[in-house]
């Protein structure tokens, strides 16, 4: 295009570029923090970690003394229980006691029964420490 409405859509262009740079650079002064992602300064600590054990419950049905195990193994302190996965609740405890782990948290139906539990013969037993 030629004459003023080139000049115009130009300018337009300009200053829609020009002020998305401003907002940017903005918000990198205003959030240092988000910027700097020093590992020293961000580093949650391993005993505030845990997993949630309803990610790995097909490995936990077939071998939970291994796949808990391999949790301590690669750094595991605390774990989230979804369940005891057929055994009960002091069975569950003693293969957590065994590989050194603590049970941060677990899932809870309204009942009161863990939700991913399956064998309910077993009356509960406190599993948190």
Known sequence: MCGP???QHSRRT???VATAAL????????????A???????????????IQLYSLRSLLQNDPEGTLSALADIGYR????AGTYGRSATEFRAILDRCH??????????SGQPTGRTDHSHPPTPLLN
């Open 5 to 7: 409405q080139a000049e």
């Open 14 to 16: 300009f200053l829609n």
């Open 23 to 34: 907002t940017v650079g903005a918000a990198a002064i205003a959030l240092p923090g988000t």
């Open 36 to 50: 700097d992602a020093s590992p020293a300064r961000r580093r949650v600590p391993l005993d505030k970690i845990s």
């Open 78 to 81: 605390k774990v989230e229980l």
């Open 101 to 110: 782990l603590k049970a941060s948290s677990t899932h809870v139906g309204t």
